[in-house]
């Protein structure tokens, strides 16, 4: 999996060159020039294409925001409220659920009005705070399931030592460090596709403000925003994948070697979700950016429209099942779950 994430990183910055603009690119004298008529607005096109069913996506991704929004928001108040969740990978989960409400929050809002009331447009700095919480939100997960695996990693193959290594101190470090990161890199992503002169098209052929439907708009040189994301996904895709790999392969190393039957399903259990939530982020990342691409007009736009849906499911879907899974697949969270609905009277 780490070689394809990899390869998808490559098809990324390829995808990057390609969004090259057909202007000539400027020279630095005419940058000033152009920034004296900064473009006020973006047009998301989304699914303008297709009328008859963007009241269908409207009422489906309202339902999905639903259940972001109180499947998040109960794992977030079970973790604070319960204390048998005041651990190391609640905390994580917390922290994660947390993340996933702000992301789909940054943008969900605005792509129902625009389905619903076929308002498109969304002003230069409304799509700056979109694009910036984007990078920062998953930038942030990736790291956060890293933590996570290596915390699995911890409490699996050295249980003497997970009191010491995973200490409070140190996983909010870990937690403190994930959102700094992930917001740094948002800054820096966001301010150097900003700063570019944006000439002539303002519609942007998507749902949100993604960052590379976003340079194609540009008709300026990209080659630092081209720089500086291949080293933010080699940063904040690979390694973190890397830490996972090499965490699981030692997990199920000391799993293999248990004598009890009862031992190694438990240990199975506790990182099954967990390693379900991975699959699905880095899964729809990879089939995002390391399909190929049409060469026909029509094909072209049939995949344009796949692109848009796929990005819709890594944005909203993926949000709304890490609660369903880890609510699912944890008799912990169920319990704490259950007693928040139906608390039980003291006598």
């Known amino acids: 999996m780490i070689v394809q994430v990899i390869c998808t990183v490559c098809f990324l910055a390829v995808n990057i060159f390609s969004v090259r603009s057909s202007f000539d690119f400027l020279k630095v004298d005419d940058i000033d020039e152009i920034n004296q008529t900064l473009l006020s607005e973006f047009i998301l096109q989304g699914l303008s294409g297709y009328p008859k069913i963007e009241i269908v996506y409207f009422a489906l991704i309202l339902v999905m925001y639903l259940?972001?929004?109180?499947?998040?928001?109960?794992?977030?108040?079970?973790s604070i409220f319960d204390s048998h969740l005041h651990t190391p990978m609640y905390f994580f989960l917390g922290n994660l659920s947390f993340l996933d409400i702000c992301y789909t929050s940054s943008s969900v809002p605005s792509t129902l009005v625009s389905l619903i009331s076929k308002k498109r447009n969304i002003s230069f700095s409304g799509c700056a705070v979109q694009m910036f919480f984007g990078f920062a939100m998953g930038s942030t997960e990736c790291l956060l399931l890293g933590m996570m695996a290596f915390d699995r990693y911890v409490?699996?193959?050295n249980p003497l030592r997970y009191p010491i290594v995973m200490?409070?101190?140190?996983?909010?470090?870990?937690?403190?460090?994930?959102?700094?990161?992930?917001?740094?890199?948002?800054?820096?992503?966001?301010?150097?596709a900003m700063r570019l002169p944006f000439c002539g098209n303002k519609i942007i052929n998507h749902f949100t403000c993604e960052i590379l439907a976003v340079l194609k708009l540009a008709c300026a040189d990209i080659s630092l925003n081209i720089i500086t994301m291949v080293i933010s996904n080699m940063a904040f895709l690979v390694l973190p994948l890397m830490v996972i790999f090499f965490s699981y392969m030692l997990i199920?190393?000391?799993?293999?070697?248990?004598?009890?039957?009862?031992?190694?399903?438990?240990?199975?259990?506790?990182?099954?979700?967990?390693?379900?939530?991975?699959?699905?982020?880095?899964?729809?990342?990879?089939?995002?950016?390391?399909?190929?691409?049409?060469?026909?007009?029509?094909?072209e736009e049939k995949l344009q429209a796949s692109d848009k849906l796929i990005s819709l499911f890594y944005g909203v879907v993926t949000p709304m099942l890490n609660p369903v899974i880890y609510s699912l697949r944890n008799k912990d969270v169920k319990a704490a779950i259950k007693y928040l609905l139906n608390p039980k009277p003291i006598h």
């Not at 259940?67 to 079970?78: D, F």
């Not at 200490?167 to 150097?192: E, H, P, R």
């Not at 039957?261 to 379900?276: E, M, V």
């Open 67 to 78: 259940v972001i929004l109180i499947g998040n928001g109960v794992l977030i108040i079970a």
């Open 155 to 157: 409490a699996i193959c």
């Open 167 to 192: 200490s409070k101190v140190a996983y909010v470090l870990m937690a403190s460090v994930s959102w700094l990161s992930g917001g740094i890199n948002s800054v820096v992503q966001t301010s150097l």
């Open 252 to 299: 199920l190393y000391t799993i293999l070697k248990m004598n009890s039957a009862t031992g190694r399903r438990k240990a199975f259990s506790t990182c099954s979700a967990h390693l379900t939530v991975v699959i699905i982020f880095y899964g729809t990342i990879i089939f995002m950016y390391a399909k190929p691409k049409s060469q026909d007009l029509i094909g």
